[in-house]
């Protein structure tokens, strides 16, 4: 062990202290796409104990361009891409523990999933999820990492709660659905996501092994093609924050919302009210006279006409070829039905 992690023990703000709390250390990553790919891969290999990954989505070709953890053949297969991560993982360290989870993050599931976690990292690309991890993090007093990356921009900041302005301090509500350029429409660049990647494991490492005092404390933001780098002061925490001031965690009050517009990307997420798991063979059984289906162990895919649906165990789907709830939700109905 301690020569596969010697050089980073003799790098002065790890030694072998530092290599003791990153063994002992629990970190979540919320999406593994293209940033939760840099950190698990990078967090992995610096032996990490354990290792959280969550993610809702599936393995695309449009993916690979950026998403590191997943191949081809990932791809083909439509690996869920918290399973695929983690069989990607265990060859890349087999003496540290993953554990996959494929889910939508939301109120009831994310308490359960910080708890016990020294760090979270931010590896998601809504606006929803942060203030869900940022209340979450709040209350429990969990220092996690925004990030987010589009084009060739991005920016990151750390947050450690009621020390440090937290997500909503600075932005105290999120950006209007479409009023924001996403990878789906400005498209991104690899080499930005690497840079944000980096500085967030950068922080982790720091968080874990103690060195505080080398936080870099502000809004980071860069753009590679354009050669800008900056640092924003964040300001003190704010006392009337409704998060961290007032201890009022509203994401985390249950206004389940049931569907979601997935950025961008011509497709809806529909959630079941009640939890439930699918029977796949007699789903797919029922949808063979509507139209073409598949399945493995972790989705069904449908396709019928001009859209494509994607059930997951928990009934949760994602329905592609529209960009209205309304239809969302009757294909839902007609084809899954709850
Ligand atoms: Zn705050």
């Known amino acids: 062990m301690?020569?596969?992690?010697?050089?980073?023990?003799?790098?002065n703000g790890i030694g072998s202290e530092g290599q003791q709390r990153l063994t002992a250390a629990q970190v979540l990553i919320v999406g593994c796409g293209a940033l939760g790919s840099g950190h698990a891969e990078?967090?992995?290999?610096?032996?990490?104990?354990?290792?959280?990954?969550?993610?809702?989505?599936?393995?695309?070709?449009?993916?690979?361009?950026?998403?590191t953890m997943f191949t081809e053949s990932d791809a083909e297969q439509h690996l869920p891409k918290a399973?695929?991560?983690?069989?990607?993982?265990?060859q890349i360290n087999s003496s540290i523990e993953i554990e996959p989870h494929i889910l939508d993050v939301n109120y009831s599931s994310i308490e359960?999933?910080?708890?016990?976690?020294?760090?979270?990292?931010?590896?998601?690309?809504?606006?929803?999820?942060?203030?869900?991890?940022?209340?979450?993090?709040?209350?429990?007093?969990?220092?996690?990492?925004?990030?987010?990356?589009?084009?060739?921009?991005?920016?990151?900041?750390t947050i450690r709660p009621h020390q440090t302005a937290c997500l909503r301090c600075v932005f105290e509500q999120a950006p209007p659905a479409a009023s924001a350029p996403t990878c789906d429409t400005a498209g991104v660049i690899m080499p930005i996501i690497?840079?944000?990647?980096?500085?967030?494991?950068?922080?982790?490492?720091?968080?874990?092994?103690?060195?505080?005092?080398?936080?870099?404390?502000?809004?980071?933001?860069?753009d590679v093609w354009r050669n800008e780098w900056r640092r924003i002061g964040t300001g003190a925490r704010r006392t009337d924050c409704?998060?961290?001031?007032?201890?009022?965690?509203?994401?985390l009050s249950g206004t389940a919302e049931g569907a979601a517009v997935l950025c961008g990307r011509d497709a809806i997420q529909i959630s079941p009210s009640q939890p439930t798991r699918v029977n796949f063979s007699s789903l797919a059984e029922?949808?063979?006279?509507?139209?073409?289906?598949?399945?493995?162990?972790?989705?069904?895919?449908?396709?019928?006409?001009?859209?494509?649906?994607?059930?997951?165990?928990?009934?949760?789907?994602?329905?592609?070829?529209?960009?209205?709830?309304a239809v969302a939700r009757s294909l839902y109905a007609r084809y899954i039905g709850n």
């Open 2 to 11: 301690d020569d596969r992690y010697s050089r980073q023990i003799l790098f």
């Open 42 to 67: 990078s967090l992995a290999r610096a032996g990490i104990g354990r290792l959280l990954i969550v993610d809702r989505d599936f393995v695309e070709p449009s993916n690979l361009q950026r998403q």
């Open 83 to 90: 399973i695929a991560a983690a069989n990607h993982l265990r």
């Open 112 to 157: 359960q999933l910080v708890e016990g976690c020294d760090v979270v990292l931010d590896g998601t690309d809504n606006f929803a999820t942060r203030y869900l991890i940022n209340d979450a993090c709040v209350k429990h007093e969990i220092p996690w990492i925004y990030g987010a990356a589009v084009g060739s921009y991005g920016v990151t900041m």
């Open 194 to 222: 690497n840079v944000v990647s980096a500085v967030q494991v950068t922080e982790a490492l720091k968080l874990i092994t103690g060195h505080i005092e080398d936080l870099h404390g502000s809004l980071m933001q860069f």
């Open 242 to 251: 409704p998060t961290c001031g007032l201890a009022r965690y509203e994401s």
């Open 286 to 325: 029922r949808l063979r006279r509507a139209g073409e289906v598949k399945f493995n162990e972790y989705l069904l895919r449908f396709k019928t006409g001009n859209f494509e649906l994607t059930v997951f165990q928990d009934a949760r789907s994602i329905i592609r070829g529209t960009d209205e709830v």
